[in-house]
């Protein structure tokens, strides 16, 4: 070999324009930095040769010596043996090797000796050595036993990382026992969400919404490569949003990737076996043996998750799905095969699902192959479990197949087509239905309890919870006899949900605490979802931000991984975790959980997640500083409202409405808002909104006392306050109690009363998780001002305060002057005094547009401010910047 294809082999490639420094993964290399192995094991595109790249360079930086190698199928032990040398040396600087007269390098002990030498050539340097082997999935059988040799006997300054495809057999089992190896995968390389936000940041700036990025991360699943190819189509695209909406495997770079570079490898027979199993969803051998009829089911699935980034491990071991764009383009071509070829395939499919009793899949694939009868009495058994797995759509495509008459004349299919429709468009039938059947003497009283359950859930869905007590009446405690886990737990949400309406989060807790005994998780998934959803709003209830994160963030990456970013179940979830996460100050968190969801949580959630998700986009809205935002969803809220017919959201809606006009001064405004607050006051005397009552009486004083707040009249506003705070207190809830407090104490500032500093305080000590300067924030920005002022004065101009200590604020007089200003906020300050736009403050700080306005609403606020150049202008007055 001559030395010239050893400087090729032993010389890193160039990174690409395009690569990202990814800091998470730079941290990720200080962590395992000092093991003597680093295997980084992924599949094509995951960015394995750009990842040790930036790594050389880092370790160039910190004064290491690195030594690079990338491997060949050529790469025998003499020439590998060869490599190593004079990569090693030409790292360190040594003489550069004379490769001729090395033949005997092919003699196992001479190989072994050579090698010998180099690592003692290598403890002689003295100094950290590390050599990067990538692409070592095309070593031979032989050079690998070198590479574990050199691990095995590796001296203390010598760390070898390793870059592959597939797994190898470096017998490194005493090494990792002894924590001196680490196995990096492709999860560990998987772009997360902010990663994939930043760099479609930096390509597009804002040509793309929240949304769009959102949605174009879900479509590549933190793939590398793909979102390389999928941001290739798109910038083509006269609209970016549209081409992210109809991305596909089957059209574009991303079709020519899986033709030329990713297929182009697999042989004729693993290729046909993939396109036959493009019809399933999750898949494991014995399911794909069967249905492409191919005995090697096994080997296959093992190669293609181990060498491609085709199949990505399941939750069950042994388990794996296809990534979407891959699937999209297999299944292309399974649409090219001869029709008896598919429906061959389907019938397969519909056997071994039919086999298992899973009912759904097995309805849907004989359908697919053409048997219409047999679908349909699959769809008749698979309606209890697609309902319990909140599968309604499906549920509902499928009664549409079934004869009326045959629904007409079974009380158990009416009851299940009615608890179908009970969380949709349909829900006052579904709640007609229930209780027709509920009230009919000759119904059995399994049904009867049935009934009342689809009814319950009617209810819960279209906010008269006030109708629970009646339709429970006959069943204040579990029926005995009671044999059905989802049933029981059904019940126990619904009444969960009423006592946490009357302010009894204690009891509801307790409520949802029982599981039935002989639970299955599969079978009862949507019962327990929103079981959890419960828990986490009631600590929401209590104030406990921190808690309900506890319940619902690991609950959410489940239901991601198990249904989708975009099901039912997860948007629900993350429909209640993100008030939770802005609460904590958390608010880019909170915005990601929630973009490209709004759509599924108004369709399909409860009153109270759809509320949730929309208030804390309003407040997001507002903390940025994006008043025609905020008021743009709140209008969008009551419009849902109306044509739900659910006055509890249209009376929040129309009390946050009063709260900003109020703010802004537009007093016209806020008055009708008001007024249309106070028609509504008859609603909820009516029995089914009977729970809802003093939640209305609430928002309704609060939003009272805003509107007094905004035309000068204080005094007015505390006779409100004094009334909201009787209202959150038979409530006992927390939230509204910080509100109360906080009004007061601003409502007392403006009277000049000198007990505003200890109604701040009990507002203060009133948010029992989360942050005290947001709570304060939400509740009036004069109350954010006195807080920081008053921390100001005692904990000095520059400190970052977390939340306001409870003593400081008891005893400290209030100065005149601004609060504190955290690290981000000077350096914004400085960026505004230089003259310069949002965008160009987001990228001189290397933030986001929207981070930059709500830094500077928070200056605006803490520094009195009315505009931009008022808040420089005070800020030179104050100190702050030099004059």
């Known amino acids: 070999m001559h030395e010239a294809e050893f400087v090729l082999k032993t010389t890193p490639p160039r990174l690409p324009r395009t690569a990202l420094d990814r800091e998470r993964l730079a941290r990720l290399r200080t962590g395992v930095g000092e093991r003597t192995a680093i295997v980084v094991l992924a599949p094509a595109g995951f960015g394995k040769t750009v990842l040790l790249v930036h790594w050389r360079k880092q370790w160039l930086a910190e004064g290491a010596l690195v030594a690079w190698l ?26 550069a090797l004379n490769t001729s007269g090395n033949e005997q390098l092919a003699d196992t002990d001479q190989g072994i000796e050579t090698l010998t030498g180099l690592l003692a050539e290598i403890a002689g340097l003295g100094r950290e050595t590390i050599l990067i082997v990538d692409d070592a999935e095309r070593l031979p059988e032989a050079s690998c036993r070198s590479l574990a040799y050199l691990l095995r006997n590796a001296p203390a300054n010598l760390h070898v990382v390793v870059g592959t495809r597939t797994p190898l057999d470096l017998r490194t089992g005493e090494l990792a026992a002894k924590g001196h190896c680490a196995v990096l995968k492709a999860d560990d390389l998987r772009l997360q969400a902010d990663e994939t936000l930043a760099i479609l940041r930096k390509r597009f700036e804002q040509r793309l919404s929240l949304d769009d990025c959102v949605r174009l991360h879900e479509a590549t699943e933190g793939w590398p490569i793909g979102l390389q190819l999928a941001i290739a189509t798109i910038e083509s695209a006269a ?125 849907a694939h004989a359908l697919a192959a053409g048997d219409g009868a047999q679908a349909d009495e699959y769809a008749v058994k698979s309606l209890w479990t697609l309902r319990t797995q909140g599968k309604f759509a499906e549920a509902q495509a499928w009664l549409q197949r079934i004869a009326p008459q045959r629904i007409a004349g079974d009380t158990h299919l009416r009851l299940l087509a009615a608890w179908a429709d009970a969380l949709g468009e349909r829900n006052a039938q579904a709640f007609q239905i229930a209780r027709q059947i509920l009230d009919d003497p000759a119904t059995s009283a399994e049904h009867r309890f049935i009934a009342a359950l689809v009814a319950a859930s009617a209810t819960g869905y279209s906010d008269r919870i006030g109708l629970l007590p009646e339709l429970f009446a006959r069943w204040p405690e579990l029926p005995t006899g009671m044999h059905e886990p989802v049933c029981e737990l059904v019940w126990r949400n619904a009444m969960a949900h009423y006592q946490m309406h009357a302010g009894r989060t204690d009891r509801a807790r307790r409520m949802l605490a029982v599981l039935p005994i002989d639970l299955h998780a599969g079978t009862a998934m949507l019962a327990l979802s929103y079981r959890t959803m419960l828990l986490g709003l009631t600590h929401l209830w209590d104030g406990e931000a921190g808690q309900a994160q506890a319940v619902l963030q690991p609950a959410l990456a489940l239901a991601e991984r198990q249904t989708g970013r975009r099901s039912l179940v997860a948007s629900m979830f993350a429909a209640v975790l993100a008030p939770a996460l802005y609460d904590l100050d958390q608010i880019d968190a909170a915005l990601a959980l929630l973009a490209d969801r709004l759509d599924i949580i108004e369709r399909t959630s409860f009153p109270d997640a759809i509320l949730l998700a929309y208030r804390t986009l309003t407040r997001i809205a507002l903390a940025q500083g994006d008043e025609r935002r905020a008021l743009a969803l709140l209008d969008n809220l009551e419009l849902l409202a109306q044509r739900r017919a659910l006055p509890r959201l249209a009376a929040q809606a129309l009390a946050e409405q009063v709260r900003v006009h109020a703010q802004r001064g537009e007093q016209a405004k806020a008055t009708r808002s008001l007024q249309q607050l106070d028609a509504l006051a008859a609603t909820f005397v009516q029995h089914a909104f009977a729970p809802y009552h003093e939640q209305y009486q609430l928002a309704r004083c609060i939003a009272s006392a805003h509107a007094a707040l905004g035309r000068g009249e204080p005094a007015s506003a505390m006779t409100q306050l004094d009334r909201a705070h009787v209202h959150a207190t038979a409530m006992q809830r927390q939230g509204g109690l910080v509100t109360v407090h906080a009004l007061r104490a601003v409502c007392a500032r403006q009277c000049d009363r000198p007990d505003a500093t200890t109604l701040l305080m009990r507002a203060h000590d009133a948010v029992r998780s989360g942050t005290a300067m947001r709570a304060l924030a939400d509740a009036h920005p004069l109350a954010l001002q006195m807080a920081t002022a008053l921390h100001r004065a005692t904990a000095g101009l520059h400190s970052v305060p977390p939340a306001m200590p409870t003593a400081a604020i008891a005893a400290a007089p209030t100065p005149a002057r601004c609060g504190p200003l955290t690290p981000k906020e000077a350096a914004v300050l400085g960026q505004l005094e230089k003259g310069m736009s949002n965008k160009q403050i987001a990228r001189a700080l290397d933030i986001g547009e929207e981070t930059v306005k709500w830094h500077v609403k928070n200056l605006c606020l803490k520094l009195s401010a009315g505009t931009r150049k008022h808040a420089v202008d005070r800020a030179r007055l104050l100190g702050l910047v030099a004059s």
């Open 70 to 95: 990338s491997a060949d199928r050529d790469d025998d032990p003499a020439r590998f043996h060869l490599a190593l040398l004079h990569c090693v040396r030409a790292g360190s600087g040594h003489p």
């Open 239 to 363: 609209d970016p949003a549209t081409a992210i909406r109809s991305l596909s495997g089957r059209q574009g770079d991303i079709e020519r990737y899986f033709v030329e570079s990713l297929f182009a490898s697999l042989s004729a027979p693993l290729l046909d076996f993939l396109v036959r199993i493009a019809i399933l969803d999750r898949i494991d051998a014995p399911m794909c043996a069967a249905v492409a009829d191919c005995v090697e089911a096994d080997a296959h699935l093992q190669h293609l998750a181990h060498a491609t980034p085709i199949l990505v491990a399941a939750e069950l071991r042994g388990w794996y799905r296809m990534h979407p764009l891959a699937r999209d383009f297999l299944h292309a071509r399974f649409e090219e095969l001869p029709t008896d070829a598919q429906r061959t395939c389907h019938r397969r499919a519909c056997a071994w699902f039919a086999r298992l009793q899973q009912y759904p899949e097995a309805a």
